[in-house]
């Protein structure tokens, strides 16, 4: 925006300079030169793109001038003469030298510029309406206004971004889908780790700068995900000199955590880091009652489990890099992240059984586990413009190595009986070049390469102490699984601006090489598909407010390796779940037509979607057939399975919605529904099933007394049906407040979250054999308090002076 405004103004009187009055002789004088430089009067730092303005006092209309550059300095040839002078740039007090006489090149020195309070109030109510950015296959949400989740982790952050939701287990869904690719700054990244579910509790909120959800993925991004893409992008300053922010955070349940986003920039080398250390305690409880049948329908036993969790987090994210600008067209930026975690959890499950004969019998099991993970990642990007028109060629290397082990003692009745260590070694190599080409000022070609390959090995031992396996009746499931994965990818698309339509046309190839091989069992799978997907992204504009949109994608959903991973993991003695190594991919095409309107208060963004997906992979619960004896009795054993169905057809409306009563009043919204039809048959049993369901988000954020800020965020999500399954809606409300400190450089936060302490999942299970009742909780009620000192920035200024650059998208204004 000051890029542009500077840009603007200075073509402006150039264009004016140009009309010399007639009878002016070029040469008559010699040109002089005014010189100087511009600093923040609070930071020291320079002010890139503030414009210095010379009017002519004799004839008012004849101005010149120029432009600052990355060191604040200008330079700027004009004849002799006497000047009115002013030096501005946006959000800043206007310096002014009235009546200035000169006769010889002059250099006025440094100048300060202080901050226009006024101005700047004026400027950020502009940008917080504009909290979303429309593009033609993506919408960026900036959330670094969100009081909620001060002192919270990327999944909350997550849990209050339109068109997603994150369940109570934490897995992340985008308009219902839980088939999401989440990238961090463009890129599958070791940030996310083995468990993207498990990092994204860990990584603190204060670490994300915005997120991107691309609903209608052209053909730059994976065709992995069915349901799409965000990508998360983590905070980074170009400020000169030292800057950043530092938070320190307490809660209940006990909670610690101390985290700093600092930037330090001097000439061309940019130095930055992401850094914290984080401590949690997560208590969560669990209900299960299960009912067992015989073939002819009769009662046969029962099983009752009452549980309690409570899982401790705690370990240190570490990310440090250094961007250097080679000149003014090339950067070159490395980075590594370090993550190392020391998490452990203690689950009790009380459990009473009965027969058909009513003898009960009850007891309890206590599972102690712990868990080790280490994450690095090293990163080189390498950036190149050939100039300002967007024609530019990027390239990223990225090497990264993930362990983490689990190992837990398992206790029945008092007494030792069985251990379970879990070992995961991955190795992970990205490449990817991207290239793109404008052609005239309206036309756009983008090609590029992208290569993934990864190296999974998981070693799953299993112990049995007592009851032996002998004893229980079981194959002991103990084994090693090597998991390899290579994805080539290549990609072309093309886009153009006509008048007031823009279309992006792209077609990416992909090609995907698997390996499953079962070590000890000397199972070797092997599983190869390769596929075209087209993408297609149209845009019309009524007016600058008003708009239409229309995309069609083509996805793939490739089964992870937990997925195809045989081993029985077991979360107790009658239940497992066990990967199916059989998985084939599955194919999806969607359409999506949108409409966006800002009115003076209101913004409106609606879309209707329509998604046919083929072989979708579906999680079935089924009776293995086999009996264990528990406690002295036979139960039969439960097995939890993703498996291939024949078609998915989802079809749904969301409308996002903001809307400003007043200066100090901000209210948005979220909602979608969707109906999701299941078509398919597996082992004999039919899966037909059709679900409509739906969620909605209102946040509600209002300026009190003091200049406290008060925010509110209500979350419903309605009734979900499988073929075995119905779960009630979940509803819940968080709040937070959040007051200004030491002239706005720093605030204090307090956030409850879940306040009426509901966010819990109740389902029933109907299977010929079995009926259950469950009811899970993931994480009880929490209260957070979080402070935030800012060096050397202000609260709600732009994190870049330089403004939002052309990153060669065709944006929708």
């Known amino acids: ?82 000047y009115n002078v002013r030096i501005e740039f946006l959000s800043y007090r206007t310096y002014q030298l009235p009546e200035q006489t000169f006769r010889s090149s002059t250099d006025l020195g440094t100048v300060t510029l202080a901050l226009d309070v006024a101005q700047l109030e004026g400027v950020e109510v502009i940008a917080e309406k504009t909290t979303v950015e429309i593009r033609l296959d993506k919408k960026i ?27 109570v287990e934490g897995n992340v869904q985008l308009r219902g889908n839980d088939d999401v690719r989440i990238l961090i700054d463009g890129k599958p990244s070791a940030i996310t780790g083995l468990n993207s579910t498990e990092a994204l509790q860990q990584l603190p909120a204060e670490s994300i700068e915005k997120v991107e959800v691309i609903t209608s993925p052209s053909a730059r991004y994976d065709a992995e995900g069915s349901g799409g893409i965000i990508n998360i992008i983590l905070r980074r300053s170009k400020l000169q000199g030292m800057n950043g922010a530092i938070t320190a955070n307490l809660g209940d349940p006990t909670r610690l955590g101390l985290n700093g986003n600092l930037n330090y920039r001097t000439g061309d080398i940019n130095i930055f880091t992401n850094t914290g250390y984080n401590y949690r305690n997560s208590p969560g409880n669990t209900f299960n009652d299960t009912q067992f049948f015989d073939q002819n329908g009769d009662f046969t036993n029962s099983l009752t489990e009452n549980g309690e969790r409570e899982r401790i987090r705690k370990g240190v994210n570490a990310n440090f890099g ?23 959890s203690e689950t009790i499950n009380n459990f009473s059984q009965q027969d058909s004969d009513l003898n009960t019998t009850n007891g309890f099991r206590f599972d102690a586990e712990t868990e080790d993970d280490r994450t690095f990642q090293y990163s080189f990007n390498y950036d190149k413009k050939f100039n300002d028109s967007g024609h530019k060629l990027t390239y990223a290397f990225q090497y990264e190595t993930s362990e983490e082990v689990e190992a837990s003692l398992i206790q029945q009745n008092g007494f030792d009986s069985e251990t379970v260590r879990t070992a995961e070694d991955q190795r992970r190599l990205f490449l990817q070049t991207d290239y793109v080409l404008p052609i005239g000022e309206n036309h756009q070609f983008e090609m590029g390469y992208r290569g993934d390959f990864n190296r999974l090995e998981t070693d799953y031992d299993v112990a049995f102490i007592q009851p032996t396996i002998d004893e229980l009746g079981i194959t002991n499931p103990s084994n090693v699984l090597d998991f390899k994965e290579t994805i080539n990818a290549v ?255 720093a605030s204090l936060a307090l956030n409850i979250n879940d306040v009426f302490n509901s966010r819990k999942r109740v389902t029933e299970t109907f299977t010929p054999f079995f009926e259950s009742d469950s009811e899970f909780q993931f994480r009880v009620r929490s209260i957070n308090l979080s402070f935030t000192y800012r060096f050397n920035q202000k609260k709600k200024r732009n994190g870049d002076r330089r403004g939002g650059g052309d990153d060669g998208e065709f944006e929708e204004q």
């Open 1 to 82: 925006m000051k890029k542009l405004f500077s840009v603007t103004l200075l073509l402006v009187t150039i264009a004016v300079n140009a009309q010399r009055p007639q009878g002016q002789r070029q040469g008559e004088r010699s040109p002089i030169r005014i010189t100087g430089t511009v600093l923040d009067e609070e930071t020291s730092q320079p002010l890139e793109y503030a414009t210095l303005v010379l009017q002519s006092v004799r004839n008012p209309e004849k101005i010149t001038g120029g432009i600052t550059d990355a060191t604040g300095k200008f330079d700027v040839e004009t004849l002799p003469g006497r």
């Open 141 to 167: 949400y900036n959330v670094g206004k969100d009081l909620t989740v001060s002192g919270g982790t990327v999944s909350d952050v997550l849990d209050n971004v339109p068109s997603v939701s994150v369940d």
């Open 322 to 344: 250094v961007e250097w600008y080679v000149n003014e067209t090339a950067s070159i930026t490395q980075s590594i992240f370090i993550r190392n975690s020391d998490n452990s």
């Open 491 to 745: 990609y072309t698309q093309f886009g153009s601006k006509i008048k007031k339509f823009n279309y992006l046309a792209g077609l990416r190839y992909e090609s995907t090489r698997l390996i499953i091989n079962q070590i000890e069992s000397n199972d070797l799978n092997r599983n190869n598909f390769d596929g075209f997907f087209p993408t297609l992204n149209l845009n019309y504009e009524f007016t600058e407010k008003q708009s239409v949109s229309l995309g069609y994608n083509r996805r793939i959903r490739r089964p992870r390796s937990f997925f195809l991973n045989p081993f029985p993991s077991r979360s107790s003695p009658t239940n497992l779940f066990q990967g199916n190594p059989l998985l084939t991919p599955s194919f999806s095409n969607q359409v999506d037509f949108g409409y966006l309107n800002r009115f003076e208060k209101l913004t409106l963004n609606t879309s209707i979607y329509f998604q046919r997906a083929t072989d979708v992979i579906t999680f079935i619960t089924e009776d293995t057939g086999e009996d264990t004896f528990f406690d002295g009795q036979q139960v039969s054993i439960l097995r939890r399975t993703p498996v291939n169905l024949a078609k998915n057809d989802r079809y749904g409306f969301e409308f996002t919605t903001s809307y400003r009563p007043t200066k100090n009043w901000n209210i948005n919204g979220n909602f979608n529904m969707f109906n999701l039809i299941t078509r398919g048959d597996f082992n004999g049993q039919n899966f037909d099933a059709e679900n409509l369901s739906w969620f909605v988000r209102l946040n509600n954020k209002i300026t009190l007394l003091k200049s406290i800020d008060w925010q509110t965020r209500f979350f419903y999500r309605g009734p979900r049906e499988t073929a075995q399954s119905r779960s009630q809606g979940i509803a819940s409300l968080s709040m937070a407040f959040s007051k200004d400190l030491f002239k706005d450089k």
